[in-house]
């Protein structure tokens, strides 16, 4: 491989319940010190370590003093130092000290899963755990710690057993830290309490600099593994955010994101808290091809996933980002009953399976006050456009844009999905954009009143058989094992944000980073696709900052269930690109990141039966990179190679693509050229014989 520059970092490429033992451990009583004037003893510091199943990774709590502290190793180098655990619930002794281990019990999962979708059809689920049963005497509260250690990383949870005494409760505060080493070179965002926290771009600092993250958080160890720092199982809590430990360098502690009275969280009864999660990998792709995220979150909980169906779509959104058409009603309305026929008939031409209409309802747009979220526009006749969409086997997506006026959508789920499963409409798209009120008051979008909602929108709509695919909403924690008909989200600086954030838009190093970071929790509705960058019909000024080929290999890289073919039908229509977006698959059996370097290129392959896609992409260099084929089958394959033209330049003429086929073995090594803001995109079918 050759390449210009290297300036960042290195290599890519991948990551169940049988109870194997269980076994209780009691704690060792201290015993009284001989004489007259026995002085009381603390409990002898206590260790418990849990190793991954290959053995390397080994994670060590030592309960000394009262207080519970934990470390990482890796192959005996040290990658987390001892950091605190502990709680902090109200009119209670905080617990983080005074505790006392009671019992160990152990055990093992190994397991295999088939997701109802997902980049890989079968996933290993394979760990060792320990729960330590810690107690309080002071204040009579029982707490448990567990320890799930993978070969690809680590979950620790806390766990409020139901006891007297707590049977409602607040928690105030958490204080999961972690202790990271102060040499390493991170990738984060700042952290934020609303919606626009997500949809930044990613800094790339030392870790030292950093002060509070969003999660996850990735970083590079010198001449050691990757590790990313988030959380898994996000349900009835607030989201976690880091922040930076005073005075000790490259330590953060979990902040949790606080509601309106100033509480972190109001529980009842027993409670387990979301996974405190660390992915640990050799390379950037070992992160990005884990599946530790969703192995944290409990299996499947719908009876029937039938309705469940994963694919493209397309829609009335692209020309409204662009201010070509508007979300209001008027002379330039884009959802009209005759222009969403249009996107029908492009669904059908590219293999979509639905079709999204932003703007389909009354009072969209404008002030985004008083929608009912089932009265269409004048214009818009719905009955006509699902009746048009069955006779072509389309399936309508509706756009649930709340513009953060939650209360209304939140009384009214159940009417509003009731009406769409009569109707046949199985997917929404919802949206919080700009503020979110809920119980009448404004408040965080990430807080525990808000996962609450989002929750409520998962559950209603899988009683009425609808797909969710929720923007500005909270990010991605592997929920969706257990709800599948969470299909994606947003939570990312996507496509349309080309437009918000200036002339230079997303610069293209920020393509590289997203698989090692946002993704790591999950699908991510970035809407790629978008062939005519330049587009430009209300005189913007701004446009999509990437070459034209860079846009089609997006689609092997960034996974997403419900995967938007984000431009209009016209320019589809127009460029020899379109051939590789036609029926192109949004679920995969099988993924590999082949040659990464986090903000400098990515290259990955997925595959959909006997159909290898692959999509390289670079940052703001050109490139060349030298990619072995040995993730292919044995015999002859045919590459159709979508490629940035001789005569691309990503500032001057972004738009020419070379489309080249050729016949290729796993033995062969492609070079591919990649322009500045450029990429290449192949699709590998094996070679039919004479």
Known sequence: MTTRPRRRTVLGATAGAVLAAAATTPTASATPTPGPAPRPTAPPARKVTVRSPDGLLRVTVVAEDGR?????????????????????????????GGLVVRSVRRRTIDEHWHPVWGPDARVRNHAREAVLHTEQPAGGIRLDLIVRVFDDGVGLRYHLPAQPGLTTYTVTAEHTEFALPPDATSWSLEAGPDWRADERHYRTAPLTAVETAQTPLTLAVPDG????VHEAALIDYPSMTLAAVPGRPATFTSELIGLPDGAKAHLSGAFSTPWRT???????????ASHLTENLNAPCALPDTSWITPGTYVGVWWELQRRDTTWTAGPRHGATTERVKEYIDFAREAGASHVLAEGWNTNAGGAWTGQDFLTPQPDFDLPEVLRYARENGIRFTAHNETRGFVDYYDRHLEAIFTRYEELGIDAVKTGYATRFELGGVSRSHYDQEAVRHYQRVIDTAARHGIMVDAHEAIKPTGLARTYPNMMTSEGVAGMEQHNYMGRLGNPPEQATILPFTRFLGGPADYTPGVLDVTWDPAGLGTRVQTTSAAQLAL?????????MLADTPEHYRAHPGFAFLKDIPASWDE????????GDYTVAARRKGTTWYLGAITDEHDRTLRVPLRFLGPGRWTAEIYADAPETSWHDNPLPVTVESRTVRRTTTLTLRLTAAGGTAIRFTPARTA
């Open 68 to 96: 519970l502290r934990y470390e990482v190793r890796r192959r005996g180098r040290l990658l987390v130092a001892p950091s605190g655990l502990g709680l902090d619930l109200a009119g209670a002794p905080s617990l983080t």
């Open 225 to 228: 593994p990757y590790m990313a």
């Open 278 to 288: 660390l992915t640990i990998g050799e390379r950037p792709g070992d992160l990005a």
């Open 555 to 563: 689609y092997p890289l960034f996974f997403s269930p419900l995967q």
């Open 591 to 598: 993924t590999r990141f082949l040659d990464c370097v986090i």
